[in-house]
């Protein structure tokens, strides 16, 4: 496992949380451990410190779920603006991330739950496997310029497919960026998508 690298100095908008998933072997596979610190108060650590900590403590939890399940895999870990940031790098990791990252977003909600158990503060951690995440980002990115673009010379409102909440951030951020359009969400999950309008 690296070490934790220094935080990044641009700071990253907050990201909205990703749907909570489930997988109950998982969750009775691997214990949480915690250490009885029982929450953290500003005394205790800077909150860079905080997210450090977390890092260390996915880290740690990921790795036993990786033995678990025999999947051979190396733990990055860094802090990207006001978040932990974990990736798990390696070979065969296809298995991790699921159809649509749908195994990635559960796997990204417990390791956020055994991080709380551990720190007493609700954990905003973000997970990538196998460069599944920074890929679809940069997809992502390319997608919503196109789409921004149409939208902004046809002046018509044009729907996005169902997107999970990391994928429709990284939709909004980019549809903020281009001038004559805005965005918004509409629908329930998993249906949610966003929807690119032109500016009035």
Known sequence: MSAPQQPA???????????????????EAVEVETDGAGGTDGAQGSADDLLVREGDVAGDYLERLLDILDVDGD???????????????GGRLNDLVGAD?????????????????STGVRSRLMLDVGGYRAKRRADLTSLAGETA??????????????????ERKVVHDVIASVG??????????PNRRVVVLPDK
Not at 101 to 117: F, I, N, P, W
Not at 149 to 166: I, K
Not at 180 to 189: L, R, T
């Open 9 to 27: 100095t641009d700071s990253q908008p907050a990201l909205p949380d990703a749907d909570p998933g489930s997988d109950d072997a998982v969750v």
């Open 75 to 89: 733990i990055d870990l860094d802090v990207e603006g006001d978040r932990a940031s974990v990736a798990i790098v």
């Open 101 to 117: 990252g749908a195994t990635l977003e559960a796997l990204q909600e417990l390791t956020r739950l055994a991080v709380a158990q």
């Open 149 to 166: 673009r149409r939208v902004a010379s046809s002046g018509q409102p044009e729907r996005m497919t169902p997107m999970n909440p990391f």
């Open 180 to 189: 004559g359009v805005h965005s918004e969400s509409e629908g329930e999950e």
